[in-house]
């Protein structure tokens, strides 16, 4: 698994005739090396790789390196052992990641005299944990199902009157309760007017009897996040948000149904969003209809009317249309599908059927 991904990245470096790459973000680390702590530079050459953490990483950089990487403590600074690993594997012509720090971009240049050049990849490295494995995929479903969980055990919990605040707080418990990390991002639960916010963060408003309440949410397990969004109403909902949850729940289910690999991504967000705007509410469907997740919360690739991605085999990806009215409130229902033997597989099990509590 370890040696296939650096693999990946040393055919990138021959591409770009590059001798080598550092790696210094925290989503490629986790996925190159295996190393989860919070400060490390990964040098990769065409035959060897050496990942680099300070005194307090040792002993766990040791442990958690992928096979075909040395784990190496420096001694004076980061960036001196760096130099000297360039200096001695002729590693002259470097590539590093798009999202570099422009600070740590000028230390690269200033501390590293022996790299020639410095060549930055754009989003090339990023782009190359598009295609999961079947280890990924595996953690992506155990995450997705354990948001499943907490979904199940919140509609037993939430209650008219209790502050939105209280929700995110009982939903980040059972989460780390239930075996996650914690939050793969920070929870969104929206109720009443309020729910017409696509990312509307939990507060202290009062959940009241008819609101509409978006909980937006997802876990990080084992290093993958997952993703979900469910909306549920507190009492009978108006005639108008009623009619906006079926549009929304339409919308989902015909365009989980026409996804197939080789798709573009900006077609399969069209399916959906046709149904909104032919039912009137084109304009209130203002974001895409989903985006790549792993590692990280936002992933490639990107399904939106902007998107100039190719879905296939292996990319893992979020379907959630939405319709947000303001002065009345906001429905999304979101699943998360990996694409295999040419079509979804949906990870989430939670029910789309209307939720009164």
């Known amino acids: 698994m370890s040696n296939n991904r650096l693999e990946k990245l040393r055919t990138l470096l021959k591409e770009n005739d590059l001798d080598g790459a550092i790696i210094s973000g925290r989503p490629n680390t986790i996925y190159f090396a295996g190393f989860t702590g919070?400060?490390?530079?990964?040098?990769?050459?065409?035959?060897?790789?050496w990942l680099i953490v300070d005194f307090r990483y040792?002993?766990?950089?040791?442990?958690?390196?992928?096979?075909?990487?040395?784990?190496?403590?420096?001694?004076?600074?980061?960036?001196?052992?760096?130099?000297?690993?360039?200096?001695?594997n002729r590693l002259e012509k470097l590539g590093f990641e798009g999202l570099l720090p422009f600070s740590e971009y000028e230390a690269f240049r200033d501390k590293l005299p022996n790299a020639k050049s410095l060549v930055n990849l754009g989003n090339k490295v990023d782009k190359l944990r598009i295609i999961k494995d079947a280890d990924e995929i595996e953690r992506l479903q155990q995450a997705v199902l354990l948001g499943d969980k907490v979904f199940s055990e919140l509609l037993k919990f939430i209650k008219p009157g209790m502050?939105?605040?209280?929700?995110?707080?009982?939903?980040?418990?059972?989460?780390?309760?239930?075996?996650?990390?914690?939050?793969s991002f920070e929870s969104i639960i929206a109720s009443g007017k309020r729910s017409a916010m696509c990312h509307g963060t939990a507060t202290d408003?009062?959940?009241?009897?008819?609101?509409?309440?978006?909980?937006d949410f997802g876990v990080i397990y084992r290093n993958y996040c997952s993703d979900m969004t469910r909306t549920i109403f507190i009492g009978e909902p108006g005639a108008e948000l009623k009619k906006v949850y079926g549009i929304v729940k339409k919308a989902q289910l015909e365009a989980l149904d026409a996804l197939t690999s080789g798709m573009r991504a900006v077609d399969?967000?069209?399916?959906?969003?046709?149904?909104?705007?032919?039912?009137?509410?084109?304009?209130?469907?203002g974001h895409g209809l989903g985006h790549g997740v792993g590692i990280e919360i936002h992933e490639e690739p990107r399904v939106s009317v902007k998107s100039e991605d190719i879905l296939e085999d292996g990319m893992v990806f979020s379907v959630e249309p939405g319709i947000y009215v303001e002065g009345l409130g906001g429905v999304r229902i979101e699943d998360m599908v990996v694409l295999a033997d040419g079509k979804p597989r949906n990870f989430t099990t939670s029910t789309k059927d209307l939720i009164i509590l």
């Open 58 to 88: 040792t002993i766990q950089a040791k442990k958690q390196a992928f096979e075909g990487i040395e784990a190496i403590q420096y001694e004076d600074t980061l960036h001196g052992t760096l130099n000297e690993l360039i200096k001695d």
């Open 268 to 285: 399969a967000d069209k399916v959906a969003r046709d149904i909104i705007t032919e039912a009137g509410y084109g304009k209130a469907f």
């Open 163 to 183: 502050k939105e605040t209280e929700i995110a707080a009982e939903m980040e418990y059972m989460m780390k309760k239930f075996g996650a990390k914690g939050p």
């Open 205 to 215: 408003a009062v959940i009241e009897k008819g609101d509409a309440v978006v909980l």
């Open 38 to 49: 919070t400060t490390s530079s990964l040098l990769v050459g065409p035959d060897n790789a």
